[in-house]
């Protein structure tokens, strides 16, 4: 696709949008804004940055580049780790992160009105002080909601709760052209036409540049107990993890990580939550599951049926989680593992695909064997509720070459055994340009020639998000 560059006089008129401080050109670009959180997926210099503070300016400046032919790229916080909010073929980046209002939270109808630059954790601590809560836990806090509804982001909760597609009721965007459109109902049952809202939910910011959000909520956690299964096998770890997941208990979370991962995490950061070894026997995996309910004495009943299934299981041990300091240390941990493989090296590969939870083991396994065989360091933790599964790939002692060109035969077989499996090659991420090359296999020509037609149908010029998804 061929696009225009941006001229003196474009440049002028975002100015007289946006406000010539919020637009951003030349050396005042910082590098930040070449790339998202996973460098590796591409970096690119865009030809201005503006920083869009109302869905008016949104709205103009679509019109504009559309008329101009300039791509546009939208950002939010930039923690994306598919490289879907880099602007890979020049043009604008329209960034959100200041479009960052809480408009407004109906407590009675359970929903909250924001604008797409509002962060999880903004909007956490917001609900808190009002006794509610909105469930998606992606691991990123500073993300924002915008960039969550962008990917369909995920989490520990999506096993209970669903992810992002599932928490939103409706959502104001504007389309390339410029025009405004509300999609979505706020109302729980809501059969009206196509449910074209969805559509825009994981699209990644090609379709249309998402404004406002309503948002489903729920009352705040009254009483929380977890508890820390290790097992001597990952193999018991997954099987143990299924049986939770049907026991009728209704855990929150189903988390997973092997010994590897334990013995690295524990080392990266000191702490040593998730246990190694129990009794003086090797812990092979741990599995973290969480409650949620009423009352402590809701949560008794739990873990009195945990206490029985644990004889069906047999874990080494059950480390009962029901002091808030120590449950905080646990979260904290979890959501510093992906931290932990940054701190170790900085030339890695990470996939995030999903399997049906009953094949779990079978995947893990040829990721297993595929690791070794070509040299690389694999660390694996996930969600096993749902099957998705975090593979980390390192090797500090190759060349950029050779590193570049193990990983890839590792993807490679990775992508096809989610595939033959009948899994997601992206379950939380996106595409964006990192798994552009799986998603065709994944879909087949079919489904990928209407995902085209339907971006057509949505931004004939093209100028939205280009080089992301397909």
Not at 4 to 16: F, G, Q
Not at 279 to 287: Q, Y
Not at 375 to 396: C, I, K, P, S
């Amino acid at each position: 696709m061929d696009y225009n560059k941006l001229t003196p006089e474009t440049l002028s008129e975002l100015s007289r949008i946006a406000g010539a401080e919020n637009v951003l050109s030349g050396q005042s670009i910082g590098a930040d804004m070449c790339h998202d959180e996973r460098p590796l997926y591409g970096t690119a210099v865009p030809e201005a940055v503006v920083y869009v503070q109302d869905e008016e300016q949104v709205s103009e400046l679509l019109r504009l580049c559309s008329a101009a032919r300039l791509p546009v790229t939208v950002r939010g916080a930039g923690t994306g780790l598919a490289g879907g909010a880099v602007a890979a073929e020049g043009g604008i980046v329209l960034c959100t992160a200041r479009m960052n209002r809480i408009i407004s939270c109906d407590e009675e109808e359970m929903s909250v009105l924001v604008q797409p630059g509002v962060t999880l954790m903004e909007l956490n601590e917001y609900l808190a002080e009002r006794g509610l809560r909105y469930t998606p836990d992606p691991g990123e806090k500073t993300a924002t909601i915008g960039g969550n509804a962008a990917t369909n982001a995920g989490g520990p909760n999506a096993f209970k709760y669903g992810s992002t597609r599932d928490n939103v009721l409706s959502v104001r965007a504007v389309l390339p052209s410029g025009e405004v459109v509300q999609l979505g109902c706020d109302v729980r049952k809501c059969n009206d036409g196509y449910n074209l809202m969805q559509l825009l939910l994981g699209s990644e910011g090609t379709l249309a540049v998402i404004t406002e959000l309503k948002l489903k909520l729920r009352p705040a956690v009254k009483a929380q107990m977890g508890f820390i299964l290790p097992f001597d096998s990952l193999e018991s770890c997954l099987s143990a993890a299924g049986r939770l997941a049907n026991s009728g208990l209704s855990p929150e979370t189903l988390e997973f990580m092997d010994d590897d991962m334990i013995a690295f995490s524990s080392s990266v950061s000191g702490s040593a939550v998730f246990p190694a070894e129990m009794g003086g026997e090797h812990v092979g995996a741990v599995l973290y599951t969480n409650f949620a309910g009423e009352s402590d004495e809701e949560l008794e009943a739990v873990m009195e049926k945990v206490a029985e299934l644990s004889e069906e299981l047999m874990p080494l041990d059950v480390l009962v989680v029901d002091d808030p300091t120590l449950r905080r240390n646990v979260e904290e941990a979890h959501e510093a593992l992906h931290m932990c493989v940054e701190t170790r090296t900085k030339r890695f590969d990470e996939s995030n695909a999903a399997v049906p939870p009953a094949k779990l083991a079978e995947y893990i396994g040829e990721l297993r064997a595929c690791a070794e065989e070509l040299g690389l360091t694999l660390h694996l933790f996930g969600h096993a509720g749902d099957g998705n599964v975090h593979a980390y790939v390192y090797n500090d002692e190759v060349s950029d070459e050779e590193f570049t060109s193990r990983t890839e035969a590792f993807m490679e077989r990775n992508y096809r055994k989610c595939i033959e499996l009948g899994g997601a090659v992206s379950a939380e991420h996106g595409i964006g340009r990192g798994k552009k090359r799986y998603l065709g296999e994944k879909v087949g020509d079919g489904c990928l020639a209407l995902m085209r037609s339907i971006k057509r149908a949505f931004d004939p010029e093209q100028i939205l998000n280009p080089g992301k998804i397909f």
